[in-house]
């Protein structure tokens, strides 16, 4: 536990999730991430989105991350670990949806959270792991920082919750590997 935010992994789809997910979700797109949303997105949006999302993960398809604040327990940021793949997939995982709140960046949340989704991971026995984030973004270092390996770039493959059009960075990372290292 980190002294001002702990992290924690979602098992069902509590109540109490959504609204801080929700809460979560509107700040990451009103301050310009490219994570699926635009500019217009509703709460009612929002809401379904977490909904669908929790459903994933009380079926066991996606596992989820939440860093708490330690003294509001406000959620702060999350991540997504998505293991609902093709058979002949079955070794890997795609990382999705990384968010820390706007008032809660740069002081590590990011990080720890991809740290501990590594190692849920490998406890799920799923060693290579892929990820997309825009092209430039703080993300993009993060995940170079955090010994991903960069498989290219798409330009303009997505677009900013302003409808501007962006470049897509794709990573991955062989969990094994990297432990042997």
């Keep these: 536990m980190h002294e ?12 109490d999730l959504i609204q801080g997910l929700t ?5 990451t797109v009103k301050r310009g991430a490219s994570i699926g949303f635009m500019n217009d997105i509703s709460e009612q949006d929002a809401i379904q989105f977490w909904t669908q999302v ?3 993960v009380t079926q066991e398809k996606t596992l989820l991350l939440i860093a708490r604040e330690a003294s509001a327990e406000q959620i702060i940021g999350t991540v997504q670990l998505q293991i609902d ?4 997939q079955i070794h ?5 949806k990384m968010m820390v709140h706007s008032e809660h960046r740069r002081k590590g949340i990011a990080e720890r959270l ?3 989704i590594e190692k849920i991971a490998l406890a799920h026995d799923k060693h290579i792991l892929v990820l997309d984030t825009v ?11 955090s010994g991903w390996i960069e498989v290219g770039d798409i330009p303009d493959y997505a677009m900013l919750p302003n409808g501007e059009l962006c470049s897509t960075t794709y990573f991955y990372k062989n969990l094994l590997k990297t432990r042997d290292n």
């Design 4 to 15: 001002s935010y702990f992290i924690e992994q979602a098992l069902t789809a509590e109540k």
């Design 23 to 27: 809460d979560l979700l509107l700040d």
């Design 54 to 56: 929790l459903d994933k």
């Design 85 to 88: 793949l093709p058979r002949n």
């Design 92 to 96: 890997r995982a795609d990382v999705a």
């Design 114 to 116: 991809l740290v501990e």
């Design 135 to 145: 092209t430039g973004s703080p993300a993009q270092r993060l995940y170079q920082k």
